[in-house]
């Protein structure tokens, strides 16, 4: 796994793991029914937005196509792991398109890079970064979405941020959950793929992917409904959270959220995962015990 890779999403439980040692209560866990990726069930829309920049490849019509390829293989997936627990779910891809066709969105990172951009000092300044840059992307995504003819939104609204953006793909396709990706084109190179804002309730989550492997779309995707990473991350410096990501990893050896980057097909959701997108009501106290420590004990949903 190459060394960038591992940031998954760690500025959202750097952010858990603040909050959640310092309290002795039932804690629920935060993106379920949180903010516009609510809950992983009915029907959702994967709203992916090409980006270009000076630093990644220049997206050409294979690498697009691949790209789309491996993105529907990846919801595929989650659908049929949904379809084995019995949960409803339709998972619908769309992209940003223009004339018929998908034309990828120019727009420069402040420190060139993603991985430069986020680690830049001190870190949250760096995360704003990327949100004033997934806004801009935004903007523009919502000028080639079609006129709003809806009578869902009875206030038209012109597309600023991924906050309204969001809305016009509410109302274009009636659902509530919108789950939106910006795709770099970074496949040959040393780079992370990330989720921000899953545990926000004031800015809309997204995912950044550098990659086109099908594991990786479907560990992001499940990231913004609220999936923990369950691997070792260069943030988890903490003796005990160390210790409890070993013991996730032994505990469910083919975990989707564990080992992102095997083939797909040789992964699954586990009990755990299951809990954190809602799949599941209740969470097993062995694991409970065994992932979360003493301090927090979950909820039943």
């Not at 943030?235 to 989707?256: G, H, T, Y």
Request: hydrophobic share 40%; proline share 3%; glycine share 2%.
């Amino acid at each position: 796994m190459k060394s960038f890779i591992a940031l998954l999403l760690v500025f959202v439980f750097i952010v858990l793991d603040s909050c959640m040692t310092t309290k002795r209560m039932n804690v629920m866990f935060a993106s379920v029914n949180n903010n516009v990726c609510r809950r992983l069930t009915g029907k959702v829309v994967v709203y992916a937005v090409f980006v270009d920049s000076k630093e990644t490849k220049p997206w050409t019509d294979y690498d697009i196509k691949t790209t789309m390829d491996s993105l529907r293989k990846g919801m595929d997936w989650v659908e049929l792991q949904a379809k084995k627990d019995s949960i409803p779910l339709e998972i619908q891809v769309e992209c940003n398109r223009k004339n018929n066709g998908i034309v990828p969105i120019y727009q420069e990172f402040s420190k060139k890079t993603l991985s430069a951009t986020l680690c830049k000092k001190p870190l949250y300044s760096g995360v704003r970064d990327l949100q004033k840059w997934a806004d801009k992307i935004a903007i523009e995504a919502g000028k080639n979405l079609p006129k709003d003819t809806s009578k869902v939104v009875k206030t038209k609204v012109k597309t600023s941020d991924r906050e309204r953006l969001i809305a016009r793909l509410r109302a274009i396709h009636r659902t509530d959950n919108i789950a939106l990706m910006y795709l770099i084109n970074n496949y040959h190179t040393d780079e992370m793929s990330l989720t921000l804002d899953a545990n926000s309730n004031f800015n809309v989550e997204f995912c950044i992917v550098s990659y086109k492997y099908p594991s990786v779309f479907a560990h992001e995707f499940l990231h913004l409904f609220g999936a923990w990473d369950l691997y070792i991350t260069p943030f988890d410096s903490k003796r005990k959270a160390i210790k409890r990501k070993k013991v996730a990893m032994e505990l469910f050896p083919n975990e989707v959220m564990a080992f992102a980057y095997r083939n797909l097909e040789s992964l699954e959701i586990s009990p755990f995962t299951k809990y954190t997108i809602g799949w599941s009501k209740e969470l097993d106290q062995k694991y409970a015990n065994a992932i979360l420590g003493k301090r927090l004990r979950p909820v039943r949903y």
